[in-house]
């Protein structure tokens, strides 16, 4: 039974390993879009030119 759950356990916590690039990269995208948000609304800009011109399309879709 032990072993099952260390097995259990190991499983688990190479999922965990395996999403963490995945999960990065959609947070870093997710802090660029703030930032270029954030960036159109304080210099009055398109705030979607901004995320085109920052961010791009392609990263989005």
């Known amino acids: ?28 995208m997710f802090l660029d879009t703030i930032t270029a948000l954030q960036s159109a609304n304080d210099y009055g800009r398109n705030a979607l030119e901004a995320l085109d011109q920052e961010v791009g399309w392609h990263r989005l879709l």
């Not at 499983?11 to 959609?26: F, G, L, N, V, W």
């Open 1 to 28: 039974m032990g072993r099952l759950f260390s097995q259990a356990n190991n499983h688990k916590k190479q999922r965990h390993m395996d999403c963490r690039p995945d999960t990065a990269e959609a947070l870093r």
